[in-house]
């Protein structure tokens, strides 16, 4: 049995997902209730020798709506330890996975005698738990950071079905700007595309690991033009900064318009 | 007279045809909620320095026909909370009358000091919003909480999906559209909250209520109004939109009685 | 030959209206090691004594922490303390997840009261064989209950539980005017007094048999064990029962030696 009226306004417009509407062979139009949503936003990670950093603007959208300019992305798992996650997506999965990890977290401490969980544990984890939920998705996108036992930094990246690089990364970036950014720092991060002047373009640039200074920067500048490009981004811009000797957030004004 | 349920309101199959009880059959598949039945529009609200205040009209749709006018959207829980809903009234109903009395009554029967506050009242509905959806069986509603947490306000928006998030400024459904830039000129970010009166975010939101009026189909010029503070939740039902003009009507054909 | 015939289960009364299986379970605590409790108007503290069963083997747990807000020491059958405890985190866990509210101490003691109950009260089920003392603080400020088999719970300023605990107890009736106004590490003293009273003769705190946890208002559960306990016997001083003995610094180093 189908109604004729319009569903009320709200619910259906997003501007980067849509609300199936079908006909069915009846001329009948059948609704389906669409779980997922996409709230926009970007997240970004790169990580030097012995840090890293994770970053993602506040803004949540609903379609061209602005819900909140303050809602952040970037979560630490736990007060005591090294592990960070950025997820983004559809908001509420992702809050979902993020409060899943803190708690696997704590838990995890608690029955390994106060022990804190390994980054490649964690890492290990959050891929397992996606893929748990392979036949209906979380639909957020991960990036997962942290320091390892010698002190150097790691950084995985999942799909929103938990496939990840067990190596790790040098730098990840996800949600509705990361084709935006992910050349950008392909080339500023692992130097893609650039070459030793004197060798006349047959020498590539020897990969270096970035200092604190220079990927401050490239957060910002990524972000900042990231804002002037797409709709979704914008408004605030929250980086947690991860080094031995502990983590540190800040959070700096991007664009509002 | 046939009293079977099938004729009621069908005396004469010979005029009307025979009727259509293939409904009734109960060999279907439940069905779970696909799109909301009789619903509620905006819910607008707005922080300022000590308290919030938050307004939702009393109008009920059923579709484009204004159903029941005099609804009540807001529900004060516990002693410092209110939470208004737009979307579904039926899903409202069990939100407000089922989940959150017997919450309430439960947390109030412990009688330990502790009581349940607008953080907590608002961290259990995000939970059952997104439990229902990961259920595929939504309660579809969008909801604000207001209210006074911890010596500061608080103010936070769930919807059917368990999406959830917060601002100093929050308005639901046609509101988001209409009201929101209107609220958002008085308060555009937290730090505003501190500069804003009382009396001023009461006038903005009687303004946002009598603008959604005009230009929302679905919305009522009765609406409830809700402040709330650290002493306690003050209510004001059978709120009127203020100083409305419709001088723009009178050239206009097709609106009030036309002569010609 | 006298033989009690109302204690092969908990779900009969004897004549004289007792429950010996609950009874037992209550001796069962008198069995472990003392542990005490109590409470200032900011601080939350517990200090137990451990034990090592053998020379070589290493000291039981005798404080375990719940959540951030939130501890227990235990006397008796730890193993049934672990059980208690790793139920007690998870109603800790929903409570912040589901209500984004550390739960509240007296909520989590009467829901570990309540299935302490039901062992008593079911054929063939066995009463917890532990008693707890459980420190925290939540919205109301801070907190210690006492819990026992028999499901019984009761809030207290100062508590002691385990063998010898009524020399503890004894000097916490006499410390209590002082220690409810004092600040954390007189509290924290105070605790070990109380400890300290309650050693046999010839024993003293060590860094290896005493155990220190704090939580407070705006801070967050602190567990003190090995090494981190010696500044605590350093400010206490004297490590013997109050018939007299050595100070910290000399149990320490002694300490050193023997091991």
Same mark, same amino acid.
């Given at each position: 049995m189908s109604l004729p009226f319009m569903?009320?306004? !709200?619910?259906?417009?997003?501007?980067?997902?849509?609300?199936?509407?079908?006909?069915?062979? !009846?001329?009948? @139009?059948?609704?389906?209730?669409?779980?997922? @949503?996409?709230? !926009?936003? @970007?997240?970004?990670?790169? @990580?030097?020798?012995?840090?890293?950093?994770?970053?993602?603007?506040?803004r949540h959208t609903s379609g061209y709506n602005i819900n909140s300019r303050t809602e952040k992305k970037v979560y630490r798992l736990g007060e005591?330890?090294?592990?960070?996650?950025?997820?983004?997506g559809f908001g509420a999965d992702s809050k979902d996975v993020a409060e899943t990890m803190m708690r696997a977290v704590n838990d995890f401490k608690f029955n390994h005698n106060l022990k804190n969980m390994s980054v490649s544990a964690a890492a290990q984890y959050l891929s397992t738990f996606l893929y748990g939920n392979r036949f209906f998705p979380k639909y957020a996108n991960c990036v997962l950071a942290g320091l390892d036992k010698d002190g150097r930094a790691r950084l995985y990246s999942y799909d929103s079905v938990g496939s990840y690089s067990k190596q790790g990364e040098s730098r990840a970036s996800a949600g509705s700007a990361s084709s935006l950014i992910v050349p950008f720092l392909d080339n500023q991060v692992e130097f893609k595309n650039q070459f030793v002047p004197s060798s006349k373009g047959q020498e590539e640039r020897p990969v270096v690991p970035l200092d604190p200074v220079t990927v401050a920067k490239l957060v910002k500048d990524a972000f900042t033009s990231a804002t002037e490009r797409h709709i979704e981004v914008g408004d605030g811009l929250q980086i947690i900064t991860v080094t031995k000797d502990g983590v540190s957030e800040e959070v700096v004004d991007l664009k509002k318009d | 007279m046939n009293h079977l349920p099938e004729a009621w309101g069908r005396p004469r199959n010979d005029v009307y045809g025979t009727y259509d009880a293939s409904y009734l059959q109960s060999s279907m598949p439940n069905q779970h909620t696909q799109s909301p039945i009789v619903t509620g529009t905006s819910v607008v609200a707005l922080k300022f320095n000590g308290g919030v205040v938050i307004a939702a009209d009393n109008l009920a749709s059923y579709g484009s026909l204004a159903r029941f006018t005099n609804v009540e959207r807001l529900k004060q829980v516990g002693t410092h909370t209110v939470v208004g809903?737009?979307?579904?009234?039926?899903?409202?109903?069990?939100?407000?009358?089922?989940?959150?009395?017997?919450?309430?009554?439960?947390?109030?029967?412990?009688?330990?000091?502790?009581?349940?506050?607008?953080?907590?009242?608002? #961290?259990?509905?995000?939970?059952?919003?997104?439990?229902? #959806?990961?259920?595929?069986?939504?309660?579809?509603n969008t909801l604000l909480v207001a209210g006074w947490d911890d010596g500061k306000p608080f103010l936070a928006s769930a919807d059917l999906l368990g999406t959830t998030f917060s601002a100093p400024a929050l308005a639901t459904g046609f509101g988001a559209h209409l009201a929101v830039p209107l609220l958002r000129r008085v308060c555009p970010d937290e730090a505003a909250v501190e500069n804003i009166t009382r009396e001023q975010a009461v006038d903005t939101i009687e303004e946002c209520m009598k603008v959604l009026f005009y230009r929302d189909a679905r919305s009522l010029s009765k609406y409830s109004l809700a402040i709330i503070t650290g002493k306690d939740v003050e209510g004001a039902a059978e709120c009127e939109a203020k100083n409305q003009s419709w001088k723009f009507a009178e050239g206009i054909r097709g609106y009030g009685t036309q002569v010609v | 030959?006298? =033989?009690?015939?109302?204690?092969?289960?908990?779900?009969?009364?004897?004549?004289?209206? =007792?429950?010996?299986?609950? %009874?037992?379970?209550? %001796?069962?605590?008198?069995?472990?090691?003392?542990?005490?409790?109590?409470?200032?108007?900011?601080?939350?503290?517990l200090v137990a004594l451990k034990r090592n069963a053998e020379e070589l083997g290493s000291y039981q747990k005798k404080i375990i922490g719940i959540d951030t807000h939130l501890g227990v020491a235990l006397a008796g059958l730890a193993p049934d303390a672990r059980v208690l405890s790793n139920f007690m985190r998870q109603q800790s866990m929903s409570s912040r997840l589901l209500y984004n509210r550390p739960v509240p101490i007296s909520r989590v003691v009467n829901a570990i009261a309540n299935k302490a109950q039901v062992n008593t009260q079911h054929y063939g089920r066995r009463p917890y064989g532990v008693g707890l003392l459980v420190a925290g603080v939540d919205e109301t400020g801070p907190h210690l209950w006492e819990f026992q088999p028999s499901g019984m719970v009761l809030e207290y300023k100062g508590a002691a539980i385990g063998a010898r605990s009524q020399s503890a107890r004894t000097y916490l009736e006499r410390a209590f005017e002082e220690f409810v106004d004092s600040n954390r590490e007189e509290l924290v003293l105070h605790g070990l007094k109380a400890l300290r009273d309650s050693l046999a003769q010839d024993k003293e705190l060590t860094t290896a048999n005493t155990t220190v946890s704090v939580v407070g208002i705006g801070e967050n559960f602190k567990l003190y064990d090995g090494d981190e306990v010696g500044e605590w016997l350093e400010k206490l001083g004297n490590v013997q029962s109050s018939r007299g003995g050595r100070t910290g610094e000399e149990a320490v180093e002694s300490m050193d030696t023997s091991e």
């Open positions: 569903q009320p306004l !709200g619910y259906d417009q997003s501007y980067s997902f849509h609300t199936p509407t079908s006909k069915a062979s !009846g001329g009948y @139009t059948q609704h389906s209730f669409n779980p997922y @949503t996409d709230n !926009g936003g @970007t997240i970004i990670g790169i @990580t030097g020798e012995d840090f890293v950093v994770l970053a993602g603007d506040t005591d330890n090294s592990l960070v996650l950025a997820t983004v | 809903a737009g979307g579904d009234i039926s899903d409202m109903q069990y939100l407000h009358e089922k989940l959150l009395d017997s919450l309430i009554i439960k947390e109030e029967y412990q009688n330990d000091g502790h009581h349940l506050r607008a953080s907590h009242i608002y #961290r259990y509905l995000s939970k059952v919003l997104y439990q229902r #959806r990961c259920k595929f069986d939504p309660l579809w | 030959m006298f =033989r009690n015939n109302y204690d092969n289960d908990s779900v009969t009364f004897s004549p004289q209206g =007792r429950i010996f299986q609950v %009874e037992y379970a209550l %001796e069962a605590i008198k069995q472990g090691s003392v542990a005490v409790g109590l409470v200032s108007k900011t601080h939350a503290v």
